[in-house]
């Protein structure tokens, strides 16, 4: 008999008592040569008792570890996994357990990188937005760099890391680790995607993300704190396309993607009076003048506009913040 592949499925957890059961329960459904590795970041409430029930099944790995933040427990899951396969669950969500072993079986099928599922998103209202790739791509095996490119070109960009399971032995290749505390995921998907040689695209919903307003993101909307982690994530999504051979246009959506951020943290900053930061208009200059070059008339407009956007603010913004021209 064939032996199962492993796959291995982190699940940072802090102060979730409200919602781990429900989502450790989903991921033990799952008829599958699995792992669950739940990293607890240092939990406070009755995280902990509530996983106490789980304590008797041998397919769980409980890890805790001082409060780290998300991107720290999840670089602890995956230094201590083992299986084939690597998939993300946040500890407020679930999965559908039919569909997840459907995408994990034709991710396997395809000898793929990275595979891309589509997710559930529950708001606080009742409301539920599908989010998954636009038709054109459904059901294909496409180049990173070219299904990064299209995902942006077609607004279907998901950057969010439970959005996708990975193949182990390309992880360890690439050997990235998730950085910062909000927008995490979205540096993190992006440097994957942008170096996988092949992702297997679904249109199967596998996931449940539920927006709640306790959240990490959505309780730092308009901070400071939230404004120096884009600004970061800019940053390192700079240095990252020059430090990658990028075709010209996955190289044109990233510095859309980048001039979106600066815009983003900027925005935020100057919203909170806030002008200590520290940003290279030169740079800014140099990113739109590259996808201009180009001949996608979407991207253009999109840096034009985040272009003049970003220069208004740095303009308008008290002279105390860094900034070349």
Same mark, same amino acid.
């Given at each position: ?15 979730? $008592?409200?919602?781990? $059961?429900? =989502?450790?329960?989903? /991921? ?6 699995? $792992? ?17 029930? @789980?304590?008797?099944?041998? $397919? ?6 001082? &409060? ?6 999840? #670089? ?22 039919? !569909? ?29 937005? !599908?989010?998954?790739?636009?038709? &054109?791509?459904?059901?294909? /095996? ?23 399971? @990975?193949?182990?032995? @390309?992880?360890?290749? /690439? ?18 995607? =942008? !170096?996988?040689? &092949? ?6 919903? &596998? ?48 510095? =859309? ?14 919203? #909170?009076?806030? =002008? #200590? ?49």
């Amino acid at each position: 008999m064939k032996i199962q592949p492993l796959i291995s499925i982190i699940v940072p957890v802090y102060n979730s $008592e409200l919602y781990i $059961e429900e =989502c450790i329960s989903s /991921i033990l459904r799952l008829n599958l040569n699995k $792992e669950i590795i739940i990293v607890d970041d240092g939990s406070t409430d009755l995280t902990l008792k509530k996983l106490e029930q @789980f304590s008797n099944k041998p $397919e769980i790995k409980l890890i805790q570890q001082l &409060h780290g933040g998300v991107s720290s427990a999840r #670089n602890i899951g995956l230094l201590k996994s083992v299986g084939d396969y690597i998939g993300f669950v946040d500890s407020d969500d679930t999965i559908n357990v039919e !569909q997840f072993e459907l995408l994990v079986a034709l991710f396997i099928r395809s000898d793929a990188d990275m595979a891309m599922g589509g997710t559930n998103m529950e708001f606080p209202n009742g409301k539920i937005e !599908q989010r998954k790739a636009y038709n &054109h791509l459904m059901n294909s /095996i496409i180049s990173g760099q070219r299904c990064f490119a299209q995902l942006l070109q077609g607004d279907s960009f998901i950057p969010f890391a439970v959005n996708y399971i @990975f193949r182990k032995e @390309f992880l360890n290749k /690439i050997n990235i680790q998730f950085k910062y505390l909000i927008s995490e995921d979205d540096l993190w998907v992006t440097m994957t995607m =942008c !170096q996988a040689n &092949h992702i297997f695209v679904s249109n199967i919903i &596998h996931y449940n993300y539920l927006v709640h307003r306790g959240s990490l993101t959505t309780s730092n909307i308009d901070t400071s704190f939230k404004a120096d982690n884009l600004l970061g994530v800019a940053k390192s999504l700079y240095l990252f396309s020059e430090q990658i051979k990028l075709c010209a246009e996955t190289k044109v959506w990233l510095y =859309c993607k980048i001039l979106y951020t600066f815009s983003a943290a900027i925005q935020i900053y100057k919203t #909170n009076g806030y =002008c #200590n930061y520290n940003i290279s208009s030169n740079q800014i200059k140099e990113i739109t003048k590259y996808v201009l070059s180009f001949t996608d008339m979407k991207a253009k407009r999109i840096a034009i506009t985040y272009y003049y956007r970003i220069m208004y603010l740095i303009n308008s913004t008290n002279n105390e913040a860094n900034y070349d021209y």
